[in-house]
């Protein structure tokens, strides 16, 4: 058996090279340099820790010794070998070490008996390698003994070879790595190894087929490094080896780039420049029969190299090569099927070494040598070539061609040529964009963007289009230096770096970015300010920094203003305008929507107090300055998903919406702003001009407007904006606010010469204006002002009674009703001249606003026959409101509508639309969450999507399901839509859009037939094609996109019938019967603040109910309490004081509204009461939010959230996918920890605690194991600002971590059975959606690891460990579970078998793993050597066999998913933290003290009682809370039983149990209290258990058929099916039972995977039945189903 010992050149194992010294004349041993230490074994066998290498060595050679003689003297070898490795190598504290040494060497010649041994070795290897014993060897007289021995063992040959060979490099090492220290930390920076001052070469190797992107800038900046600190030489070589890819545009680009980089390479080359020397060298290779022509296709040698095959042309002679190779040459048809490869290896283990492509054939000019060559070779074959040709050094590339390295070396072996050393650094993985040449070329190609320097790219070109700076992008990559940590970056990263910068920073750019004002176009507000003037004056452009320059900005008595910050100003309020000052806000008028029009103010320049005043930011509208047309720009990410997996297609995660455009009005100073120029637009954050404003050309006749680029600054926080006075007033629930047109600077001289004109064509808003103009008038002239500014504030109030009349053909009056708002804006009915009100609009509104008029004239003291003719208005204004409504008009009703009114905004909309809508907005709360957005932009998205689904309900009267079609319309409001709205196309149209959108839906049919039946590419091509086609019909008919399941909307599809309502809710009689109800209601709320007689209230709440039954029976609808607009009393902001009164009260009471009032304390309800009233049938009820507001089965995922969090099991955490559990959860965990321990350790298991953290090479020793975790493993690569030195992992399972050790406790068969657990924490950093409990990046669990001498043993165990987990759940949770024993495909990489519990959901159609136990076999203990010598076979070694089993957390959240319901938890009384909750009843303020102290004191004895017989139990004694809260928040919770005890109960000498499972109300005897309530725990136990293994039973099958298996599973049960167990098969089920989203919305997307081979499976598998594929025998009934 020959052995291969590789070194780690800048770090030599002088232990293990002494070892090898002295060994190698009695083994077959070779050594060799290499970038890692590693003893070579075979295959399956490697060493990489110096000792074990050491150890090894030393047994393979008995005769010699070194290991000692006996086993005593091992011991004291493994003493020694430990002594040197952790006492002598590195550590600070030296001296001790060296006085125990000085005393043990004493009287020694050795360390161990008589002769030189393994310890002798070590010591001397650890003290030749420190610095710190050179440096006392010295000093005479220091630890003489030692001294002795060392001088003595440096004297002979071995050491003095090892020594003078090996031991310089290792101080050399060190000295560098000292003075690395000593270096400012900049970057990760490794020292190149064996690199020489003024001797390194570097090369840059970049493709010409396409943009450099941030990666590629990685590699030109870590080679630049290189050659500036080495003084070295760094070569840019094209690689020019495919003419297909290679484009000469490119590489003009390409050049550009590198010198934008400040990049200065000192050699320009191309490998084509190498062609023939390339050429010469690879028909060397054919000569010497170390390559060979193959011309099997190319998807069958994929085939082929997978399976390890060999190709039938391996073995072609030399002459039949160079035959095939002259047809290549020569690029003849039959050429151009051949390929050159490499005759390497085709069994190896690196699939890059099995017969690798060295040429291709390719009958394609190049674009430097044209059409001299119609072969070319690889990158892999030229670059080695090339790299030692031009004398390269130091190869540097990413740690993806790890695999290829060894392909490198030999193709330069084979070939003889100089070796250059590679070197490995971490490519750079950017979050959510990619960074594949290929697939940024098919972007660009499609048109996803505009361009390889698109500012979403993430190309050098794209990053700084979008305001990167160049020294921001070096810094960044710096920073990132010559690191193998791989790890997947935000993009806030690298924006956070050009944060930090001279130019682009935001802490530099801050101080000399000039700012200016852009405001929405489309939601601008004019306000008048008639004492303004118009002029213009200079202001800085930065307040702060005079030496930015100055601005002009203009003033004037009509400004701009955001329509969200109008949307926060109220009358009277202060408002500061920067760079003007403060002004009043005099009149807000809205048209009779509530949109807001236009604002008057008052200029209030004197008052210089802005501590607490609103700063907005405005524009003045003037014809000598026009505002600038201008578009903002804001770019999301390319790709939604933030880390693409391995299977992931990039294709289905494209964000669609990843450029969003906002038109502007900008200051008129932007016109001056040059291309890539820095600004700040106020309060919006920092743009890069991307194309300067264009006056009109005289070509287009068009503006070209000033287009700005939104700078990410590195953070996530959401910048400031318009309206954040008040966050919650700017989201979509908010007022509507009327636009002004896009560009007021364009409007004629006519409507710009009055600041109410803009709004004239709106007679209503004029007429707010004139009423507005009056009271300014009256203002100033109460005030006493000057004359000339008296004089044009009655000249413009006459100009606007002026355009009154010509709109409405009447004098404007004071008093008069308002006038109906222009039939242009408002209305589609034909415009009026009479001065009654609209029938359109709102007949209680007009009569409560002429009311008000009335009581303004009378209270300003008007002339009488003013008051006369507004009281006349005001009469004849209720006579036309009896008229409409059939009812008197009373101050505080009920609005009542005429009719017919026109439809609210959802109502206007129909189903499928809001269907759409709600579809959109839960995208948006998904994206949102799944980028960390900041909690106020969630809640504000969350709160939109609820409306909307409220909308949905109010038009469906349905709760909307995600993935379910849109629901028709509910009755009466879809009769309501019918009778208000018109359709805007004919019924052709409408028949069309519908006909299409099902040939669309039939289309996608098709394609995902083709897709499940792998049919041929072309085929697939045209039916997507013709699929996208009809997409594209669809759009261009009905004006919106195809989504599947939503239906074209009213405008387009056919209008159905629907029955109208027994008697609409606008009648006269339901209106009058409305009232009626609310009167009542205020009665009733009267008598009960009266504390009336009870049957006088009883009379008054029947009467109530009977009307409210009569409302019902007439309207079809609920009575709904509705507050009346306009009411004394009653404000808006009365609503918004009383809503946060109400929001802090459920915080205080964590989400609960039942808290009693105290003594005292006023009343909450006669807070909130104004003339609506407040009581029964009158006002908005106070909601409560303890309970549950979603179904189990409506919408689980939401169901699940409100469970876990409003019955306190688990805190949300600031780590994404970290949770805190709270104690109602853990105590569940305790209980399963309690059962579980105590049984294991009847098995002789004991319990151990090791290390959290796995160093790399201990987490890597086992490939194909960690291989399932990689994605997952957490990895620590800093301490402080240092980096270490080696990334160190978090345990993602403790295999590695617990081995090491066992190989060092087992030494003979005595040492087994080791049978170790450990309670623990794991961290899996899975990048999937996390969920509390199934799926967290950190979770507890317990880990067995044991090992036995025998198979047998161990085999046992597996099963015994599996009847415990089995038992968690069955005895414990009330959960029954499937066992059985895991496919290959699924079973724990590593091990022989796994086997499992598998617990199913009902609710979601999904099963779920719930503990497992594996038989790892010998896997394991091969790989750490634990090995133990045969008792009956003396000398011979056996290795261990081993199991592992873990149970988690997870068990908590099945818990609550399998029992739990719409109330909340349901606990098994056994793992419940509370069996029993005790809460007294009938405490009332009537109940006398004593007979309330017996109660509580009864309360008292059944807590003490049930205690004493180990009943878990609690007494809720709190008296802020009332009983039916109390009963609430424990059902909330799941506690078992709950114990009702009142004044009753007291004397009737007994109790109420009531049962959390079924409900049911049980009267106990007090005197067996105790045992009724601990029988009763029992049955509720069995109960639960029973009620689950009904639910499995009734959704766990056998099919025998694809179609039976598909059916049952979309239905939602889990199936066992004849398997074959081959994993191809198992994809091919799982890929066939999934589905297409996009064509079957609603569809669970998953498919189906093996859950396990049930032990005892439903049906017996017969002779010859074939698997459910049809392709293979079956060999056993498998459990197939969709799961977590």
Known sequence: MALNLTINTSNPPLGALLAAEHVKDSVSLSVQEGKDTKLHVSDHVQFNDVNSISRYLARVAPSLGLYGSNMMEQTEVDHWLEFSARRLSGQSDLASALGELNAALALRTFLVGHGLTLADLCVWAALKGSGEWQATQDKSGSFPHVSRWFSFLSSQVPFSDVGSKWASKLTASQTAAVEKEKKQDVGKFVELPGAEMGKVVVRFPPEASGYLHIGHAKAALLNQHYQINFKGKLIMRFDDTNPEKEKEDFEKVILEDVAMLQIKPDQFTYTSDHFPTILRLAEQLLQEAKAYIDDTPPDVMKQEREQRIESRHRNNSVEKNMQMW??????????????????????????????????????????????????????????????????????????????????????????????????????????????????????????????????????????????????????????????????????????????????????????????????????????????????????????????????????????????????????????????????????????????????????????????????????????????????????????????????????????????????????????????????????????????????????????????????????????????????????????????????????????????????????????????????????????????????????????????????????????????????????????????????????????????????????????????????????????????????????????????????????????????????????????????????????????????????????????????????????????????????????????????????????????????????????????????????????????????????????????????????????????????????????????????????????????????????????????????????????????????????????????????????????????????????????????????????????????????????????????????????????????????????????????????????????????????????????????????????????????????????????SHRDLPIKLNQWCNIVRWEFKHPQPFLRTREFLWQEGHTAFATKEEAVEEVLQILDLYARVYEELMAIPVVKGRKTEKEKFAGGDYTTTVEVFISASGRAIQGATSHHLGQNFSKMFEIVFEDPKKPGEKHFAYQNSWGLTTRTIGVLTMVHGDDTGLVLPPRVACLQVIIIPCGITATLPEAEKELLLAQCSKYLSRLQKVDIRVKADLRDNYSPGWKFNHWELKGVPIRLEVGPKDLKQGQCVAVRRDTGEKIILPDADAENRIKFLLEEIQNNMFKRASADLKEHMLAADTMEQFQKELDQGKIVQIPFCGGIECEDWIKKTTAKDQDLEPGAPSMGAKSLCIPFQPLKTLQPGQMCISGKEPAQFYTLFGRSY
């Open 326 to 1307: 002259k047809e290549m040459k020569a690029g003849t048809d039959y050429g151009q099927t051949c390929c050159m490869r490499a005759k390497i290896d085709m069994s190896s283990n690196n699939g890059c070494m099995r017969d690798p492509t060295l040429y291709r054939c390719k009958n394609a000019p190049h674009p430097r040598t044209r059409s001299t060559y119609k072969v070319y070779p690889t990158y892999d074959f030229a670059c080695p070539i090339v790299d030692s040709i031009e004398g390269v050094t130091h190869a540097l590339r990413t740690t993806e061609y790890h695999d290829r390295d060894e392909q490198f070396y030999w193709v330069i072996d084979a070939l003889r040529l100089r070796k250059p050393y590679i070197w490995e650094y971490a490519r750079l993985n950017l979050n959510n964009t990619v960074l594949s040449k290929r697939k940024l070329t098919w972007f660009v190609d499609q048109g996803y963007v505009d361009g390889w320097d698109d500012p979403r790219f993430p190309t050098v070109r794209g990053v700084l289009r979008r305001g990167m700076t160049v020294e921001g992008l070096k810094q960044f990559i710096a920073a990132q230096g010559g690191s193998r940590s791989v790890v997947n970056m935000e993009w806030d990263k690298i924006w956070a770096f050009n944060k930090k910068l001279p130019v682009s920073c935001k802490k530099v750019i801050d101080p000399i970015a000039p700012r200016y004002t852009a405001l929405q176009s489309s939601q601008v507000v004019p306000i008048s300010i008639p004492g303004a003037k118009e002029e213009l004056k200079e202001a800085a452009k930065h307040p702060k920094n005079a030496n930015v320059g100055m601005k002009q900005l203009w003033y004037g008595p009509k400004v701009f203003v955001e329509g969200a910050d109008a949307e926060t100003f109220s009358e009277g309020e202060t408002v500061t305008f920067i760079n003007w000052g403060n002004i009043i806000i005099t009149k807000i008028h809205k048209d009779s929507n509530g949109t807001i029009t236009s604002l008057e103010g008052r200029l209030n320049l004197e008052n210089t107090d802005y501590k607490k005043t609103t700063k907005i930011t405005w524009l003045a509208d003037t014809l000598k300055a026009p505002l600038i047309p201008t578009i903002c720009v804001t770019y999301q990410h390319l790709i939604s998903k933030p880390v693409l997996g391995k299977d992931d297609n990039f294709k289905d995660y494209i964000n669609k919406n990843s450029k969003t455009e906002e038109m502007m009005l900008g200051d008129p100073c932007l016109k001056d702003v040059k291309k890539g120029d820095i600004i700040q637009l106020q309060r919006r954050g920092f743009y890069i001009c991307d194309q300067p404003y264009e006056p009109v050309s005289p070509h287009s006749c068009k503006e070209s407007p000033c287009v700005l680029l939104y700078i990410p600054d590195g953070h996530t926080k959401e910048m400031p904006t318009a309206g954040s006075k008040d966050k919650s007033k700017n989201q979509p629930t908010a007022k509507p606010v009327k636009a002004e047109p896009a560009s007021p600077s364009k409007s004629s001289p006519a409507a710009s010469t009055s600041p109410t004109q803009a709004a004239s064509g709106d007679a209503f808003s004029l007429f707010s204006s004139i009423v507005a103009q009056g009271d300014l008038v009256r203002q100033l002239k109460t005030d006493k002002a000057p004359k000339e500014q008296v004089d044009p504030a009655v000249k413009q109030l006459l100009a606007l009674k002026v355009e009154f009349k010509k709109l409405t053909g009447q004098e404007y009056k004071p008093g008069m009703a308002p006038p109906a708002s222009s039939p242009v804006q408002t209305s589609p009915a034909p415009a009026t001249t009479s001065p009654s009100p609209s029938p359109s609009s709102c007949p209680y509104t007009r009569v409560a606003e002429q009311g008000e008029v009335v009581r303004k004239l009378k209270a300003e003291k008007a002339p009488k026959d003013k008051i006369d003719e507004a009281v006349k208005v005001l009469l004849a204004l209720k006579a036309e409101f009896k008229q409409l409504t059939g009812q008197d008009y009373k101050p505080g009703m009920a609005a009542a509508s005429g009719a017919p009114t026109q439809p609210t905004s959802s109502s206007s909309l129909s189903s499928a639309d809001i269907h759409g809508q709600v579809a959109e907005q839960g995208e948006v709360v998904r994206k949102l969450k799944s980028e960390k957005a900041p909690k106020d932009q969630i809640d504000a998205a969350v709160k939109q999507l609820l409306a909307l689904k409220a909308d949905y309900k109010q038009v469906t009267g349905q709760e909307y399901k995600p993935g379910a079609p849109p629901a028709n319309a509910a009755p009466a409001l879809a009769a309501q839509v019918e009778s208000a709205t018109k359709p805007t196309k004919t019924s052709s149209l409408d028949n069309a859009a519908l006909d299409i959108y099902q040939r669309v839906a039939q289309q996608g049919d098709l394609v995902r037939k083709l897709k499940t039946e792998k049919a041929p590419k072309d085929q697939l091509d045209a039916a997507v094609k013709q699929l996208l086609a009809l997409k594209a019909e669809y759009k261009q008919q009905t004006g919106q996109e195809y989504k599947p399941g939503v239906a074209p909307s009213a405008a387009t599809a056919p209008a159905q019938a629907n029955p109208s309502p027994p008697q609409s809710s606008s009648s006269p009689q339901a209106q009058a019967l409305n009232a009626q109800v609310a009167q009542q209601g205020e009665q009733v709320r009267q008598l009960k603040a009266e504390k009336a007689p009870k049957e006088q209230v009883d009379t008054a709440v029947k009467t109530l109910l009977e009307l409210k039954g009569q409302y019902k029976a007439l309207t079809g609808e609920e009575y709904k309490p509705v507050s009346t607009p306009g009411a004394p009393g009653h404000t808006r902001s009365e609503d918004k004081s009383r809503k946060e009164r109400e929001n802090a009260s459920e915080k205080q009471q964590g989400g609960g509204g039942g808290r009693k009032q105290q003594k005292g304390e006023k009343s909450q309800q006669s807070l909130d009461s104004g003339a609506a009233g407040s009581g029964d049938g009158q006002g908005p009820k106070k909601q409560t939010r303890l309970g549950l507001e979603a179904k189990k089965e409506e919408n689980l995922a939401e169901w699940y959230s409100q469970v876990i969090t409003k019955s306190e099991m688990i805190e949300y955490y600031d780590v994404s996918g970290c949770y805190v559990l709270r104690p109602w959860a853990y105590a569940i965990w305790e209980s399963i920890k309690e059962f579980f321990d105590k049984e294991i350790k009847k098995l002789g298991v004991e319990n151990c605690y090791f290390p959290m953290f796995v160093s790399q090479a201990a987490l890597e020793k086992e490939k194909s194991h960690i291989a399932d975790f990689a994605p997952e493993v957490a990895w620590v690569t800093r301490s402080g600002k240092t980096e270490l030195a080696e990334p160190i992992a978090v345990r993602p399972t403790s295999e590695t971590v617990m081995y090491p050790a066992y190989a060092k406790w087992v030494q």
